[in-house]
């Protein structure tokens, strides 16, 4: 799938579609003896699982999933799709993920897998039968459950399931690790076929013996040419100016089995003939045995257990919690964060717990709050993690910026014919220039950081500061001058590659900083993602021999700088509370294209600032078209529209009949004013 077009858009069905339609293709004649289990899809990240339709009644609790590892958690272009069900009585699990690129990225690679772990997870109907099953997940033996909360990951696993939680656990995709030796050294290696060699440099291999990253994970033997970087249409590797080393950035992984001999390996290798992309595929074919259980014996064991709780004579629900407050510390925008305590029931009989909500409230919890289970029941001596879990996110970020709203409830927890317990909820919220209104933004004179607090000010004092941010600032918001004065200059939009490619994610975070500090930017850190260090006098003897390697560097780094703070942009305007174009004037923006008069009235009923906004962006857009280098200057046309898409959504209540044909009318309004610009 393509990498640089629908990067910010999370599902596209035409796509997803064509795979689906290529694959039974490709099984010709047998193609009707299979049919589509289940498929999940996030940006260019697709997973799609078939199964004969002879297995299809044995075939049950299918689920899917997706997170997002991109820049705040919401750029998808990074991140991982799961799929998990069961057959017959087994669990079986199958993830793709893509991880962060380049070479010297192997830290993050890490990093994405261990957020991908910690944040998917997938709801599990407890089954009596398969109860024992669950159990040995969960009994402290299970690598990858250890893992999880060795990393603070502790949720009720009786009603959700990690990806851990299978019999068996495939992973699979663009892992992006690299070789650690240099390109010509690598390409040496391969024309003398030594592998083996190449394999004891391979990222994934150094990381996975060393315990960073996929510890509990087995591989066939990589016996095969590294399956990146091609020449697309052929099977030479890069000969591009960039000349990308060869690598297995393309892999196929099963999570260690606790009983051995249960899944074999018949075959692991990549596919040559595959000339579509700069990637070769890689295939693997796995045996697994499928666990089918009597019920008899589990019948028989519940049955004695209710007699055993039916003769207690205690009747008295008693309980206890490992602690009376969760404490999310700072919490940022965008930041997911969880936090744990313990239910105990120390009673004699059954102890039905749920939270209820506090009086005049009809919410267990507000908006900006998750807990689960909400509700439950625990037998004599039984104990259940509670999970709570905190977002702010665009739809109920702005109210914590303004000030009008914080982190701090108290939540109510019952035991029926017990005891309350009152569980105190408190954070404190960072604030950020991400998820504010416009308006507001624009009639700030502080950083969003400095700002104080609405409600921490008199009421003479807020009225008389905002009337002289009123008639210093109303015309637009200063974060959103300085991204687009850093941008716009003829030596960023000459860039082969600006707005083709995504920026450098700890780049895109030290922009937000500034952003939200009021901090300047600097070119330093924009250029290269650090702070350039003092040269030595051996260093600057050998100033000459490097500056021709400076050179070479120079122009990829501006460009990543440049699509760092294009990131950031697209972010800033996508997480807008009210987008450019207010919600209730989206359908009227689609029909503006239909004529010049159309469009000017549209305009002229847009609120000032959001006129400002959407015009200062189009005439920063139509200069980044028009000094694009010609070669470039389509594909960056018709990425910017499909892109800047994020100016305008519809409303939540608005359905859409054909989302495919409504994602080309948007791009068509923003062509619209892009032509309307150059005329």
Not at 33 to 49: F, G, N, R
Not at 464 to 473: I, L, P, V, Y
């Given at each position: 799938?393509?990498?640089?077009?629908?990067?910010?858009?999370?599902?596209?069905?035409?796509?997803?579609?064509?795979?689906?339609?290529?694959?039974?293709?490709?099984?010709?004649?047998?193609?009707?003896?299979?049919?589509?289990?289940?498929?999940?899809?996030?940006?260019?990240?697709?997973?799609?699982?078939?199964?004969?339709?002879?297995?299809?009644?044995?075939?049950?609790?299918?689920?899917?999933?997706?997170?997002?590892?991109?820049?705040?958690?919401?750029?998808?272009?990074?991140?991982?799709?799961?799929?998990?069900l069961r057959f017959h009585d087994s669990y079986l699990c199958f993830m793709g993920c893509h991880l962060a690129a380049f070479t010297?990225?192997?830290?993050?690679?890490?990093?994405?897998?261990?957020?991908?772990?910690?944040?998917?997870?997938?709801?599990?109907?407890?089954?009596?039968?398969?109860?024992?099953?669950?159990?040995?997940?969960?009994?402290?033996?299970?690598?990858?459950?250890?893992?999880?909360?060795?990393?603070?990951?502790?949720?009720?696993?009786?009603?959700?399931?990690?990806?851990?939680?299978?019999?068996?656990?495939?992973?699979?995709?663009?892992?992006?690790?690299?070789?650690?030796?240099?390109?010509?050294?690598?390409k040496s290696r391969l024309r003398q076929n030594e592998l083996d060699v190449l394999v004891d440099y391979d990222q994934l291999i150094v990381e996975r013996r060393a315990g960073r990253a996929f510890p509990m994970f087995e591989e066939g033997?990589?016996?095969?040419?590294?399956?990146?970087?091609?020449?697309?249409?052929?099977?030479?590797?890069?000969?591009?100016?960039?000349?990308?080393?060869p690598s297995w950035t393309d892999r196929i992984l099963w999570k260690k089995e606790r009983t051995r001999g249960?899944?074999?390996?018949?075959?692991?290798?990549?596919?040559?003939?595959?000339?579509?992309?700069?990637?070769?595929?890689v295939h693997a074919l796995l045996e697994a045995k499928i666990r089918k259980i009597n019920s008899e014996k589990q019948s028989e064991t519940k049955s004695a257990l209710i007699r055993q709780l039916s003769e207690t004579h205690d009747n008295i629900t008693k309980g206890q919690i490992s602690s009376s407050f969760v404490e999310f510390g700072d919490v940022h925008f965008m930041e997911y964060k969880e936090r744990t305590l313990v239910l105990e029931n120390t009673g004699q009989v059954l102890a039905p717990f749920r939270f209820i909500p506090k009086m005049d409230e009809s919410e267990?919890?507000?908006?900006?709050?998750?807990?689960?289970?909400?509700?439950?029941?625990?037998?004599?001596?039984?104990?259940?993690?509670?999970?709570?879990?905190?977002?702010?996110?665009?739809?109920?970020?702005?109210p914590f910026n303004e000030g009008s709203e914080e982190?701090?409830?108290?939540?109510?927890?019952?035991?029926?014919?017990?005891?309350?317990?009152?569980?105190?909820v408190n954070g404190a919220y960072q604030p950020t220039c991400f998820g504010v209104h416009l308006e507001r933004l624009a009639l700030m004179s502080l950083?969003?950081?400095?700002?104080?607090?609405?409600?921490?000010?008199?009421?003479?004092?807020?009225?008389?500061?905002?009337?002289?941010?009123?008639?210093?600032?109303?015309?637009?918001?200063?974060?959103?001058?300085?991204?687009?004065?850093?941008?716009?200059?003829k030596n960023m939009l000459c860039l082969d590659d600006l707005f083709l490619d995504h920026g450098d994610r700890v780049i895109s975070e030290y922009v937000r900083r500034c952003l939200d500090t009021g901090e300047q930017f600097d070119t330093n850190v924009l250029l290269s993602g650090k702070q350039k260090e003092s040269k030595s006098d051996d260093e600057s003897a050998s100033k000459e021999e490097d500056e021709d390697k400076a050179v070479a560097t120079e122009g990829a780094e501006e460009t990543i700088g440049a699509n760092s703070m294009i990131d950031i942009l697209v972010a800033f305007l996508e997480c807008l509370p009210e987008p450019v174009i207010p919600v209730n004037m989206y359908k009227q923006a689609l029909e503006a294209t239909a004529s010049v008069e159309a469009m000017n009235q549209f305009k002229r009923e847009l609120p000032i600032i959001h006129l400002n906004v959407l015009l200062y962006i189009t005439s920063f857009l139509k200069d980044a078209i028009k000094y694009a280098p010609s070669s470039r200057r389509e594909a960056?046309?018709?990425?910017?529209?499909?892109?800047?898409t994020v100016m305008l959504r519809p409303p939540t209540d608005y359905k859409e009949q054909n989302p495919p044909l409504a994602r080309q009318r948007r791009a068509k309004f923003i062509l619209a004013l892009l032509e309307e610009e150059v005329n």
């Open positions: 799938m393509e990498t640089n077009k629908d990067a910010y858009l999370r599902y596209d069905p035409a796509k997803e579609n064509a795979w689906a339609d290529a694959i039974f293709k490709a099984l010709g004649s047998k193609s009707d003896e299979y049919y589509k289990v289940a498929s999940q899809q996030l940006v260019t990240i697709l997973i799609i699982v078939i199964a004969k339709k002879r297995h299809e009644h044995f075939i049950s609790d299918v689920e899917t999933n997706y997170v997002g590892v991109g820049l705040m958690n919401m750029i998808g272009n990074k991140g991982g799709v799961g799929v998990r010297d990225q192997v830290d993050r690679r890490n990093q994405d897998f261990g957020e991908i772990c910690k944040r998917i997870t997938f709801p599990h109907r407890p089954d009596e039968l398969t109860s024992y099953v669950t159990y040995s997940w969960n009994d402290g033996g299970d690598e990858g459950v250890s893992f999880l909360e060795n990393e603070g990951i502790v949720r009720d696993w009786s009603q959700t399931a990690s990806v851990f939680h299978a019999d068996y656990l495939v992973w699979l995709g663009d892992l992006n690790y690299r070789i650690n030796l240099p390109e010509p050294e690598i033997k990589v016996n095969f040419q590294p399956t990146y970087k091609y020449d697309a249409g052929t099977d030479q590797y890069d000969s591009s100016p960039k000349r990308r080393a249960s899944l074999k390996l018949l075959k692991y290798d990549n596919c040559m003939g595959m000339m579509l992309s700069d990637h070769k595929p267990v919890c507000p908006t900006w709050l998750r807990v689960h289970p909400i509700s439950g029941i625990l037998g004599p001596g039984e104990k259940i993690v509670i999970h709570f879990e905190i977002l702010i996110d665009p739809t109920i970020s702005s982190i701090d409830n108290i939540l109510v927890l019952r035991l029926e014919n017990g005891k309350d317990f009152f569980i105190v950083p969003v950081s400095g700002a104080v607090p609405a409600d921490k000010k008199s009421k003479k004092k807020q009225t008389a500061d905002n009337n002289e941010s009123r008639g210093q600032q109303a015309t637009l918001p200063k974060e959103l001058w300085r991204v687009l004065n850093f941008l716009w200059n960056r046309a018709l990425h910017i529209a499909e892109t800047f």
